[in-house]
């Protein structure tokens, strides 16, 4: 199941987990957030107990889309040790987005 994250607990959830996370920065009225979505609840599924997958609402939370830059959606970010290694812009295949989570496994 993935996680929602928001400007006021992203720090704890994802800067602070002992796992790698990817946050899908999203929001409701984007297409090509639609086809992201169900892989990402996928992959949280499958990778439930190595890494942690959050959606973060870019309307509702401008605060850490701002911090990190983000101008287009999707953009899925992914986090090591409370550090953003990889990026992810645009709807892609499954495959390409699971290639870079088990690089951080």
Request: with cysteine.
């Amino acid at each position: 199941m993935t996680i929602e994250v928001t400007d006021s607990n992203f720090d704890e959830i994802v800067l602070k987990s002992d796992k790698p996370v990817i946050v899908d920065f999203w929001a409701e009225w984007c297409g090509p957030c639609r086809i992201v979505g169900p892989i990402l609840s996928e992959l949280a599924e499958e990778y439930q107990d190595k890494a942690i997958v959050a959606k973060l609402d870019v309307d509702s939370n401008p605060g850490i889309s701002a911090k990190y830059g983000i101008r287009n959606i999707p953009t899925i970010l992914f986090f090591k040790n409370g550090e953003n290694v990889d990026k992810q812009v645009g709807a892609v295949p499954k495959s390409s987005i699971e290639s870079k989570l088990q690089a951080l496994l």
